[in-house]
C-alpha cells in the first residue's frame, strides 16, 4: 500500500483537509529540489507532487512551462527525478510523493522499468496527463501490484462514463481540474466545483483533490468546504520565480504555512 491513503484517513480521524503541493523536479536549481520538498513538508504540507520535466507540457500555463524549460536546461532526466525522491525519502519515510507528468518519458523509460525504479525509489503515485484512463488499465494495474497509486484528472467537461473510468482504474484519490484550461489560470467559482465533486463522489469513492486556480488561503479553504485536498503549484512557482535561490526554501515554507492556517482555521 502507498502512503496515500493511510494520510487521508489521518486527516479524517482529525476532521482536517489534505494540503498538495507542485514543483517541478530541478526548477529552479537541481541541488534544490529536495530542500524544497522538506520545505513545503515543514510548512504543513500533507502530499508532494513532483513534476518530471518535459519538453511539451500541453496542460500547463506559462508558468510552469516556464519551470520545466529551466529544469531541462540543466539536463535533469526522469532518472534524476527519482534520484531526489530516493534522496528525500533518506530523511522522511512519512510524506506521500506522486509523480505528475506525460505520459513519453514513462515510455522512453519502458514501463515496467519505470514502474519498477519508482517503487525502489519510494514514489507513492503518478499522475500522467495524458494516459486516458480509458487506455491504460494495464499500467494501472501494475502500478497498484506494486503498491502505487494510479491517479487520474477530471475535469468540468468529463462525461458520466469517464467519470465511472476513472473510479475503476483509480487509487489514491481524484484530481479534480476546477477550470476549462491549463494550470494557473482564470479564477474558481467554487460554488460550481462544490456541484460538479458532489456529482463525482456518485461514482468515485476515493478522496477528491481540487487543483487548478488555487491562489491563496481563501480560495483553499472555499474549495476545502467541498473537497478532501486542495493542489496548488502554479502559484508556488510564481514565488520561487520571484524568489532569490537562497531565500526560496523559506519563502515556500512561509506561504504553505498560511495556506495550512486557512485549511484549518
Not at 494495474?141 to 494510479?150: A, L
Request: glycine fraction near 8%.
Amino acid at each position: 500500500m502507498s502512503r496515500i491513503q493511510p494520510t487521508f484517513s489521518k486527516l479524517a480521524e482529525h476532521k482536517r483537509k489534505a494540503l498538495i503541493t507542485f514543483i517541478t523536479a530541478g526548477d529552479p536549481a537541481p541541488e534544490l529540489t529536495v530542500p524544497l520538498m522538506h520545505a513545503l513538508v515543514a510548512g504543513g504540507v500533507d502530499i508532494l507532487e513532483l513534476g518530471v520535466p518535459f519538453s511539451d507540457p500541453m496542460a500547463e500555463g506559462p508558468v510552469i512551462q516556464r519551470a520545466c524549460e529551466r529544469a531541462l536546461k540543466f539536463n535533469v532526466s526522469t532518472r534524476d527525478v527519482l534520484g531526489y525522491v530516493r534522496e528525500f525519502r533518506k530523511t522522511n519515510s512519512h510524506t506521500p510523493v506522486v509523480l505528475m507528468g506525460y505520459a513519453n518519458p514513462i515510455e522512453r523509460f519502458g514501463v515496467d522499468a519505470f514502474i519498477a525504479a519508482a517503487k525502489e525509489a519510494g514514489v507513492d503515485g503518478t499522475i500522467v496527463v495524458d494516459y486516458p484512463p480509458e487506455e491504460c488499465e494495464d499500467f494501472a494495474q501494475k502500478m497498484q501490484s506494486n503498491g502505487m497509486d494510479p491517479i487520474f484528472l477530471l475535469a468540468p467537461t468529463s462525461t458520466e462514463e469517464r467519470i465511472r473510468q476513472v473510479a475503476k482504474v483509480s487509487s489514491g484519490f481524484s484530481y479534480y481540474v476546477s477550470l476549462k484550461g491549463v494550470t494557473g489560470a482564470g479564477n474558481i467559482d467554487t460554488a460550481e466545483v462544490a456541484e460538479r465533486i458532489a456529482a463525482i463522489r456518485k461514482h468515485v469513492k476515493l478522496p477528491i483533490g481540487v487543483g487548478f486556480g488555487i491562489r491563496d488561503g481563501a480560495t483553499a479553504r472555499a474549495v476545502g468546504a467541498a473537497a478532501d485536498a486542495v493542489v496548488i503549484g502554479s502559484r508556488i512557482i510564481s514565488e520561487l520565480e520571484n524568489t532569490p535561490p537562497n531565500k526560496a526554501c523559506e519563502a515556500v515554507q512561509a506561504f504553505v504555512a498560511d495556506i495550512r492556517k486557512a485549511l484549518d482555521a
